[in-house]
């Protein structure tokens, strides 16, 4: 399994913007489709982007036009940037990696994200 370290999160004020950044532990290459997730208390985790290795983008509707993710296969890291941030995007952002041929999952232990005032 891949060991996944999220970095990043903290107290932002609404319409602020976060980069959120995951380092993995070994090679994500083209073998692994990265994505970011996110857990508000007493919500179940959703997806909020994935990038697969040959860069093809998934956007969770509600985050399309106000983040970016991006992966970096040479530092094995992948950044997920968020502009206009709402009160309701406060969660926990997990990074995850997801192996292509053997759909083994990784996790990172999540960072908060608190979007107020």
Not at 44 to 70: E, F, H, L, P
Request: aromatic share 6%.
């Amino acid at each position: 399994q891949v060991q996944l370290v999220e970095s990043g999160g903290g107290l932002v004020q609404p319409g602020g913007s976060l980069k959120l950044s995951c380092a993995a532990d070994l090679s994500i290459s083209t073998i692994y489709t990265m994505g970011w997730f996110r857990q508000a208390p007493g919500k179940q985790r959703v997806m909020v982007a994935t990038i697969a290795g040959d860069g093809r983008i998934i956007y969770a509707d509600s985050m399309k036009g106000r983040c970016t993710i991006s992966r970096d296969n040479v530092k094995n890291m992948v950044d997920l940037q968020i502009h206009s941030l709402k009160p309701e995007d406060t969660a926990v952002y997990y990074c995850n990696a997801r192996h292509i041929l053997t759909a083994t999952l990784s996790w990172g232990q999540g960072t908060q994200v608190t979007v107020s005032s």
